[in-house]
């Protein structure tokens, strides 16, 4: 069985097939089709009609997208397919409609797959979400996106990033330098999500007037934070205590995030993890959202969800 897809020119071919056939040999790879392009066609061919079928859908969709005025990429091939898989195929063009923010370079911000959909839509509707699940599923990333939002829409007066000084056995007495020195290393990831948003020179200024803090979660206790998005990152590395100081410190008129990948716990042999506990505790509470993310949301590398998979067995 062969299917046709035609194309308007040459340069809509060589997006949609990707650098090197990129985007079709991720498709022949996870469906039983081989592609071909001549000129201005793609063919897809093989033995199981519905292989056949279900990538001239991805191709065609992912068309579509094109012709919006998007540009694609590996990645979204890689959602493609996982919605493909999953029948969800229908919504694709749904992500690219809806813009979370734009970067400080101006560029949009957009969710790529169906669980960060349902991830920001957790966080505008409730209190306190939380975002639970493997490594490059964008839980902290979008969470900071939103934050920065909610701060520029003047809906909250600061954001509050922290996270626990814990790191695969690492202690912070044994790294050299000042207290700062020490604890920037752990809180890296979450000044990333700021300079991607806001920029660098923004973002240092904001963290001096205080409007931004970012800190180790044990500058956290005894305070009330009010007006604030508030964000726990590595929220696994936390103990039972230190989680619901943390839970304890919503204010009124803010907005709490944790986040945390329940397989990669750094705490000492028999401490229970405060995030594995409060999900299981917190789950169902009305006003309290739980996202579990899952491999097909990773938006890293492909070989990244294979890696995940394969360790979850």
């Known amino acids: 069985m062969t299917n046709v897809i035609h194309l308007n020119n040459l340069d809509e071919a060589q997006e949609l097939i990707g650098a090197n056939d990129a985007h079709l040999k991720a498709l022949e790879s996870e469906f039983e089709v081989t592609i071909h392009t001549l000129g201005n066609e793609i063919r897809v061919k093989g033995d199981n009609s519905e292989d056949v079928s279900k990538v001239e859908t991805i191709l065609e969709n992912l068309l579509k997208i094109m012709h919006q005025g998007n540009t694609i ?31 400080f370079k101006g560029k949009p911000i957009r969710p790529k797959t169906s669980g960060q959909r349902e991830y920001i839509e957790m966080i505008e509707r409730y209190d306190l979400t939380f975002g639970v699940g493997p490594a490059g599923t964008g839980k902290t990333f979008l969470a900071v996106v939103l934050a920065c939002q909610m701060l520029k829409d003047n809906k909250i007066k600061r954001i509050v990033l922290t ?19 020490k604890v920037d290393p752990y809180l890296r990831p979450l000044y990333d999500g700021l300079h991607t948003v806001l920029g660098v020179e923004t973002t240092d200024r904001l963290v001096e007037r205080g409007i931004i803090e970012v800190a180790p979660l044990a500058y956290m206790r005894g305070r009330t934070l009010n007006d604030a998005f508030v964000i726990l990152d590595e929220a696994q590395n936390t103990t039972s205590m230190q989680m619901k100081m943390f839970l304890t410190r919503l204010g009124f008129g803010s907005k709490m995030v944790v986040t945390g990948d329940e397989t990669q716990i750094d705490l000492p042999k028999n401490t229970p993890s405060g995030l594995i506990e409060s999900v299981r505790m917190l789950e169902g509470i009305k006003g309290i959202g739980v996202n579990h993310f899952k491999a097909e949301d990773v938006v890293r590398h492909p070989l990244v969800t294979k890696i995940i998979r394969a360790y979850e067995g």
């Open 73 to 103: 990429g590996l990645r979204d091939v890689e959602a493609a397919i996982q919605m493909s898989r999953k029948d969800t195929l229908e919504y694709l063009e749904d992500l690219y409609k809806e813009t979370i923010a734009k970067d």
């Open 163 to 181: 996270r626990p000084a814990v790191e695969a056995g690492e202690n912070l007495g044994f790294l050299p330098g000042d207290l700062k020195e």
